[in-house]
């Protein structure tokens, strides 16, 4: 694995390490490429805080950090500057405008909510209601067809608690999508780790047998979850249990 592509900062208020400790460890780790992706600032209502990520505030500081270090460790290790994002009908015109203000690399996808933050819920949480499935996946889709974003961060995070029929027959859409759209699907390295919902069996044995492309994302909120699949106990057998292959060129460098 030569690249990762997903990769926090302590901005977004639940995440620790310096951007410094995060490629140290990376060029240890033997990675020649480290984007940096946190979650994106969203243009909420000034009266509506978020938890769980930076400040519109915050952006010149995140990007002016990363251009220093990038040219510092140029001769070891490729600095990407990027944004996981939430796409979201009221707030993804606005977001998108004050981000062009900056250097950019590129943009994940990495849908939580629905419709979004402040109006809905967490699709982390368990449930099985069939509507919210379906929610999760229409904006999901609506995201990845927009052509913005080098691949899909957690494409199964929803936790939908129904029947696996009902399942397939609305995720079915996010890898039919993905097809379409030449977009990876990302494995998530944290997800695994932690012994979350996600990566899902019922998700990626579909998806393989789809023939889908796939890449690894550590998603990193911690320099010392920077790690080669290799080193993660089990993950090498999930992704083998199902031939999941997996690419470190999904962005394009010019």
């Not at 509507?131 to 999901?140: A, F, G, P």
């Not at 696996?164 to 079915?172: L, S």
């Not at 999508?177 to 494995?187: F, M, R, S």
Request: aromatic fraction near 12%.
């Amino acid at each position: 694995m030569l690249a990762n592509y997903h990769t926090h900062t302590p901005r977004c208020k639940h995440a620790v390490g310096t951007e410094r400790e995060y490629i140290e460890r990376a060029i240890d780790c033997g990675f020649k490429i480290l984007g940096f992706s946190d979650h994106t600032p969203q243009p909420y209502p000034k009266d509506y805080v978020s938890t769980i990520r930076m400040g519109i505030d915050e952006i010149e500081d995140y990007t002016s950090t990363l251009v220093a270090l990038r040219e510092e460790y140029k001769d070891k290790i490729k600095i990407l500057i990027g944004y996981e994002v939430e796409y979201t009908h009221k707030y993804f015109d606005k977001l998108l405008t004050e981000l062009r203000k900056f250097p950019l690399d590129y943009l994940i996808q990495g849908q939580h909510f629905a419709p979004d933050e402040v109006e809905g819920a967490y699709m982390g949480f368990k449930s099985g209601d069939e509507s919210r499935l379906n929610q999760y996946v229409d904006l999901t889709v609506e995201g990845m067809r927009t052509g913005l974003f080098s691949y899909l961060a957690h494409p199964d995070l929803v936790n939908f608690t129904g029947d696996d029929a009902t399942y397939k027959k609305h995720m079915v859409r996010i890898v039919e999508t993905a097809l379409e759209c030449d977009i990876p699907l990302e494995v998530n390295m944290l997800g695994f780790v932690e012994k979350r919902n996600y990566p899902c069996d019922r998700f990626f044995s579909m998806a393989v047998q789809m023939g889908a492309k796939f890449v690894i994302g550590c998603d990193a909120h911690k320099p010392q979850m920077l790690n080669q699949p290799e080193a993660v106990p089990g993950f090498m057998d999930f992704l083998n249990r199902y031939g999941i292959n997996v690419t470190d060129n999904v962005i394009n460098l010019g």
